[in-house]
């Protein structure tokens, strides 16, 4: 049971491009508004792409398919990829930060961090945990956390308040090195795999999401 609530961070790339860059993240690469699926949409976002996150409400249908699916994984199982970084989330409204944390750490390799990065350490200290000790070790992890709560005062979203759990979801998606698509579910107990994902030239890969 989640006993640890944070601020829910901003959906805006202003917020996050500025949070990772006080983690320590080199800003060589950002983050951008999709506007759509549309291929004239869709152009206009930078290539290569290395990571997708997905923003949702929570809904009842939602709700029913995620018990649905849990239940399919636990009775029958899942092959996942070994080399993915995935955490536990613990923290009520961290699954912006942990989204993030995602999408930074199984790109890690395509990554610039800054001399002392406080992103890069907590990476490589939980690099041999479990994904619950991994939740278990961000939630003491002082440094992210008052990082994650200054960056919840910004952007569009005024007076920022310590309030009921968020409505909505992040959800991190990439590539892995074998060209699966990794669908990363925090508050679940599982990561999703989907072998639909097509591989760029340039090692990014197609924003086709449905």
Request: glycine share 6%; hydrophobic share 35%; proline share 5%.
């Amino acid at each position: 049971m989640e006993s640890h609530r944070w601020l829910p961070l901003e959906a805006n790339p202003e917020v996050t491009n500025q949070f990772l860059k006080q983690l320590g993240l080199h800003p060589n690469w950002q983050f951008v508004d999709v506007y759509g699926m549309e291929p004239e949409l869709l152009s206009m976002v930078p290539r290569p792409v290395c990571a997708v996150l997905l923003l949702f409400p929570i809904t009842e249908k939602y709700e029913v398919f995620r018990i649905e699916e849990e239940e399919k994984i636990k009775s029958e199982g899942q092959d996942v990829t070994e080399s993915v970084y995935f955490m536990k989330q613990t923290i009520s409204n961290a699954c912006g930060t942990i989204g993030l944390i995602h999408a930074i750490a199984n790109n890690k390799d395509k990554m610039n961090f800054e001399s002392g990065s406080t992103l890069k350490k907590f990476l490589e200290d939980s690099l041999s945990m479990s994904p619950e000790e991994r939740a278990r070790y961000l939630e003491k992890y002082e440094a992210i956390r008052v990082t994650h709560e200054s960056s919840a005062h910004e952007g569009q979203t005024e007076g920022a308040e310590l309030g009921p759990k968020s409505g909505s979801y992040w959800e991190a998606n990439f590539s892995s090195l074998e060209n699966v698509l990794q669908q990363l579910k925090p508050t679940e107990s599982h990561m999703d795999c989907h072998v639909e994902v097509c591989a760029t030239a340039k090692g990014g890969f197609k924003i086709e999401l449905g």
